[in-house]
């Protein structure tokens, strides 16, 4: 029986790691606990993170964070980045990690968050930063 009970465990352990990591799979949403996210990848095939809180809600918050060369402006709250062609003021947020840092843009407000979530949902492309495609994918059945 304890046998039985440890070779369980075993294989929801290893299902489980291998659930949270899959290498690569660029553009696939996933959905859990009412937060839609995806990755996607710069110019240089660094990975970006897109999450969406509560999508297509009045209180929809995107996140957009990836890796940077770029050493962090500490004192930075806000930064203007180019959204489809469009220049907006984003929140900002910066870390430093090593040589680089890792940037979060953060659209909080709600009414073009859910703007954006549902470009992303009739298959438009959101380009962030003139550089960073999202694209459309599975957003509609997230895994």
């Known amino acids: 029986m304890k046998r039985m009970i440890s070779v369980l465990l075993c294989v929801g ?47 929809s918050t995107m996140v957009i964070s990836f890796m940077s060369d770029q050493h962090c402006d500490l004192d930075k709250k806000t930064a203007s980045v180019w959204i489809n062609m469009k220049q907006e003021e984003l929140d900002y947020s910066c870390k430093p990690v090593g040589h680089g840092s890792i940037i979060t843009y953060t659209i909080s407000n709600s009414k073009r968050a859910k703007e954006l979530y549902f470009n992303l949902t009739s298959g438009f492309t959101l380009v962030i930063d003139k550089r960073i495609n999202i694209w459309a994918a599975n957003i509609k059945q997230p895994k």
Do not use: C
């Open 13 to 59: 352990f290893i299902s489980s790691s291998y659930a949270a990591y899959v290498p690569n799979e660029y553009n696939v949403w996933r959905s859990s606990d009412g937060v839609l996210y995806g990755t996607t990848q710069t110019e240089s095939n660094e990975p970006v993170l897109v999450s969406i809180v509560g999508p297509g809600t009045d209180w």
